[in-house]
């Protein structure tokens, strides 16, 4: 089963067909809110508001190990995060999307493992962050929705939930970071502990702060007015690619 992650203005899939939601409990605490599930055109699929179907999670207070484990317990396969973004890259302003590469992890006092207290020391290989599958789903998505996309870049995950300085942002260009947001990390790293295949597709809201049209500070309601706008670019994706999920063979609709 192939799984939707909403982040900050997607609470919500418009075209999903809801046939049943479950409240899912799980060893790790409660997720961020019940299981979604439904119909895009003829495929199936499960949703999940990271944030809380009423938008009331910060960054740093979601349950990241409920959410996933919710989703493996509930049979999914491969996961399609959707993250809200500061553009660090030049080519990253406002309205753009990307699909990244790579991830840099500044956050801290987060649970980002299962694998603690009793279980085995058990190291999992992260050198790539995102499945290379679902990177190719999302991409070739794009491509059918004949909406543009970057086919790369690296995503800086900060701890918010407030926004980065300027100095910040200086030093997150300088490490090699084309985009900032807050939530991919742990949600990847604890995706590749279950086995799952994982990316996410960024929408840039904004330069970030010092950048561009940041550069005498983040305009909120500017920020806000893009994202409305560029989550239905996100939801014609996403329809996209649900239908090209369910026409995949099943021996590769998982994480590679």
């Not at 418009?14 to 479950?22: Q, V």
């Not at 918010?160 to 100095?167: H, I, K, S, V, W």
Request: hydrophobic share 45%; proline share 5%; with cysteine.
């Amino acid at each position: 089963m192939l799984a939707i992650i909403g982040g900050t203005g997607l609470t919500n899939l418009p075209n999903l067909e809801i046939t049943s939601k479950e409240v899912v409990r799980t060893p790790y605490g409660d997720p961020s809110g019940y299981l979604t599930y439904g119909r895009i055109g003829a495929a199936t699929v499960v949703f999940l508001a990271r944030h809380g179907y009423g938008h009331t999670l910060p960054p740093h207070e979601v349950n990241y190990r409920a959410n996933i484990w919710a989703l493996k317990s509930a049979g999914v396969v491969r996961v399609l995060a959707v993250n809200a973004v500061g553009g660090v890259a030049a080519n990253l302003g406002p309205g753009m999307l990307a699909v990244p590469d790579q991830v840099i992890d500044y956050t801290y006092s987060r649970k980002h493992t299962f694998f603690e207290g009793d279980a085995p020391v058990t190291h999992i290989d992260f050198t790539d962050p995102y499945c290379a599958r679902a990177r190719a789903l999302y991409l070739a998505a794009a491509k059918a929705a004949s909406i543009d996309v970057i086919d790369h870049g690296t995503l800086g995950v900060t701890q918010g939930p407030r926004l980065e300085t300027r100095a910040e942002v200086d030093r997150l260009a300088r490490d090699g970071c084309s985009m900032i947001g807050m939530t991919t990390m742990p949600e990847a790293s604890l995706a590749r502990e279950q086995g799952l295949s994982y990316a996410t597709l960024a929408l840039s809201m904004n330069h970030a702060a010092g950048l561009g049209s940041s550069a005498e500070g983040i305009k909120l309601a500017d920020a806000d007015a893009v994202l409305k706008v560029g989550m239905e670019k996100v939801k014609l994706i996403l329809a996209r690619a649900v239908e090209m999920h369910a026409a995949m063979p099943a021996d590769v609709r998982g994480y590679k």
